[in-house]
C-alpha cells in the first residue's frame, strides 16, 4: 500500500488578529492533518480528532449558552 493524502476541506478561519487559511487533509495512514497558515500543523489520529471535535462541540455550547445568558463561572 503506498502513502496517500487528500486535500479534505480548505477554509480562511477570520481571527481578532487577521485571517488564517486553514486546510484540512485525511492520509492513508489514518490521520487527519490541519495547517494553519504556514506557521502551525497538527497531526491527529481518529481518536485525538475526536477528542478535539467533542471539546469543540462542547465550547460551542457554552458560548451558544453565554450568547443567550450571559457569562457564568
Same mark, same amino acid.
Given at each position: 500500500?503506498? @502513502?496517500?493524502?487528500?486535500?479534505?476541506?480548505?477554509?480562511?478561519?477570520?481571527?481578532?488578529?487577521?485571517?488564517?487559511?486553514?486546510?484540512? /487533509?485525511?492520509?492513508?495512514?489514518?490521520?487527519?492533518?490541519?495547517?494553519?497558515?504556514?506557521? @502551525?500543523?497538527?497531526?491527529?489520529?481518529? /481518536?485525538?480528532?475526536?477528542?478535539?471535535?467533542?471539546?469543540? /462541540?462542547?465550547?460551542?455550547? /457554552?458560548?451558544?449558552?453565554?450568547?443567550?445568558?450571559?457569562?457564568?463561572?
Amino acid at each position: 500500500m503506498t @502513502y496517500q493524502n487528500k486535500n479534505f476541506d480548505n477554509l480562511t478561519l477570520k481571527t481578532e488578529s487577521g485571517s488564517v487559511a486553514t486546510v484540512i /487533509e485525511v492520509d492513508s495512514l489514518g490521520y487527519a492533518t490541519i495547517r494553519f497558515g504556514n506557521g @502551525y500543523t497538527l497531526r491527529l489520529s481518529l /481518536e485525538q480528532l475526536t477528542g478535539l471535535v467533542d471539546s469543540l /462541540e462542547d465550547t460551542v455550547r /457554552e458560548l451558544e449558552e453565554m450568547k443567550h445568558y450571559g457569562f457564568s463561572k
